[in-house]
T-cell receptor, first 112, second 113 residues
Framework: SQQGEEDPQALSIQEGENATMNCSYKTSINNLQWYRQNSGRGLVHLIL?????REKHSGRLRVTLDTSKKSSSLLITASRAADTASYFCATDGAGTASKLTFGTGTRLQVTL | NAGVTQTPKFQVLKTGQSMTLQCAQDMNHEYMSWYRQDPGMGLRLIHY???????DQGEVPNGYNVSRSTTEDFPLRLLSAAPSQTSVYFC????????????FGSGTQLSVL
């Protein structure tokens, strides 16, 4: 069963604009992670936010976590064509040690 | 460091054939796992291992076997391939466990005819 669900499924923006992707999950978590997947490649870890954190930054990435709403958002600022990829959230459900559950992903297209 | 290495990159099987997908990591990670990725389904956990000699089932283990005889290697075996196993398979490893940052291989595209 899918723990995380990303929204929107697809997003198309122009270079320089900001991109926001959302993730909702169903049960309590220990942490939430975001990964990027370029076409035909493996996933690359972007950022991890723990359940007791509300916001985290890494370069042009900003992640927020609202455990009361069971949701997270990933903001990519000043997007570039190289940001074109699929983005997945993954959750470590409380009581499910050693098991990361991935959502279905958001496909981001950044055009020049 | 090579990171996580998967072989082969592509494979075509006939129904009923067997094969082993190889995964090796050179980061001395204790945790290793196998996921499959299907369109619209995200990634689903097949099997995982928290150390040499220890394996456990994930969300979709049926039709797959694993073993972990060394820290470096975690092969995935399909004993009798079925068309439903057509998918992209990813191996991932982590130093701190399955709920921490995962390092992924580049994937194996498997087609079962």
């Amino acid at each position: 069963s899918q723990q995380g669900e990303e929204d929107p499924q697809a997003l198309s923006i122009q270079e320089g604009e900001n991109a926001t992707m959302n993730c909702s999950y169903k049960t309590s978590i220990n942490n939430l992670q975001w990964y990027r997947q370029n076409s035909g490649r493996g996933l690359v870890h972007l950022i991890l936010i723990r359940s007791n954190e509300r916001e985290k930054h890494s370069g042009r990435l900003r992640v927020t976590l609202d455990t009361s709403k069971k949701s997270s958002s990933l903001l990519i600022t000043a997007s570039r064509a190289a940001d074109t990829a699929s983005y997945f959230c993954a959750t470590d459900g409380a009581g499910t040690a050693s098991k990361l559950t991935f959502g279905t992903g958001t496909r981001l297209q950044v055009t020049l | 460091n090579a990171g996580v290495t998967q072989t082969p990159k592509f494979q075509v099987l006939k129904t009923g054939q067997s094969m082993t997908l190889q995964c090796a990591q050179d980061m001395n990670h204790e945790y290793m796992s196998w996921y499959r990725q299907d369109p619209g389904m995200g990634l689903r956990l097949i099997h995982y291992s928290v150390g040499a000699g220890i394996t456990d089932q994930g969300e979709v283990p049926n039709g797959y076997n694993v073993s972990r005889s060394t820290t470096e290697d975690f092969p995935l075996r399909l004993l009798s391939a079925a068309p439903s196993q057509t998918s992209v398979y990813f191996c991932a490893s982590s130093y701190e466990g399955g709920s921490e940052k995962l390092f992924f291989g580049s994937g194996t595209q498997l087609s079962v005819l």
